[in-house]
């Protein structure tokens, strides 16, 4: 049997996997308040930045899969958070927020305020430059991704 047992604590994709999880694990239970999921709160920032856009633009922008968007979508118009004009043309379905999703979000903000500044507080002065760490690491990575395809 190979010794493995430094890897996860070194694996850059083990740690931030990891990391992403519980990071999201946190999220979803405290947005859960709302009947939102983190995910599902990400679509709906991007949507009132954009306030119309396709389901591909959202997914390029949000960098997630499209079938995984479409999965979150489902919830949200479920819910009557969104509403789309179910085209098939060539720019896709267009997505918007709907005034009672603009409601949710606006409570879901307060929630993502309070838990960033718990993490902000637990990490104290060294918050940014682990935002800034991240995204170098996320750089660093579509970097790779482009060099492997």
Known sequence: MLDLAYIPENCFGFRARSTARAITRVLDARMQKVGLRISQFSVLVALNQSKDASVATLSRSL??????????????????????????????????????????????????HQTQAEFEAALGADADRARNILRKIERVAQSKLKETL
Request: hydrophobic fraction near 45%; glycine fraction near 8%; avoid cysteine.
């Open 63 to 112: 960098d997630i899969e499209a079938s995984a968007l479409t999965r979150n979508l489902a919830v949200l118009k479920k819910n009557k958070w969104v509403e789309s004009d179910n085209a098939r043309g060539r720019g896709g379905q267009s997505v918007k927020l709907t005034p009672a999703g603009a409601a949710v979000l606006k409570r879901a903000v307060k929630i993502w």
